[in-house]
């Protein structure tokens, strides 16, 4: 299941790889925020070869499930997320430092990594990706009413005729009194 390329089999010639990744081993990762709503997720690799140095191009697509932070109602999101990253031969990213001149520490790019020279793992990367490309704070729509702070109910589907003009209100209210008692 492991998503490597063997150095050896890449050249200058753009050679593309597509495999799959179990959706659990990420959705385990992100906290138990978001879900696996598919088994796997589709990897795209296109790499190439230069030398020491690999070009590789990933596309990384998957579903998970989640609860809407507002409403808390389910949602389903989709990944899908591109990303480049080199690697370089090795013991070549620490080959920059301590050199002086215009020098941009390869080290300082996440980017960049480096190979063992026989092969390349991709699976952290992929994962780190599809973490990346899914939010913070999921929503079921961008214009979630949420629930009512007061009974709780599903503002996007039903009213209620809670005031919440008085809860808004209240802190001033309540420090209003305080003024008053002080005096
Ligand atoms: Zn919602
Ligand atoms: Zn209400």
Redesign the pocket.
């Known amino acids: 299941m492991a998503i490597s390329l063997s150095i050896a089999s890449l050249n200058a010639t753009p050679q593309t790889r597509e495999a799959s990744l179990a959706t659990a081993w990420c959705a385990e990762r992100l906290a138990g925020v978001y879900e696996a709503a598919a088994p796997t997720m589709a990897i795209a690799v296109t790499a190439t070869r230069h030398a020491d140095v690999v070009e590789a191009h990933v596309r990384v697509q998957g579903t998970f499930r989640c609860a809407c932070s507002r409403c808390a109602e389910p949602v389903e999101l989709a990944v899908d997320a591109e990303f480049d990253h080199h690697f370089v031969g090795p013991g070549q990213l620490d080959a920059g430092d301590g050199l002086e001149g215009d020098d941009v520490g390869l080290n300082d790019d996440p980017d960049v990594s480096e190979h063992d020279g026989a092969q390349i793992e991709l699976d952290e990367l992929c994962i780190e990706h599809a973490i990346l490309a899914l939010p913070d704070v999921p929503l079921c729509d961008e214009d979630c009413k949420g629930l ?6 599903n ?1 996007n589907t039903e009213t ?3 005031d ?1 003009s008085e809860d808004r209100a209240s802190p001033w209210a309540k420090l209003a009194q305080l003024r008053v008692q002080k005096d």
């Open positions: 009512c702070p007061r009974c709780g109910i503002r209620c005729s809670c919440l």
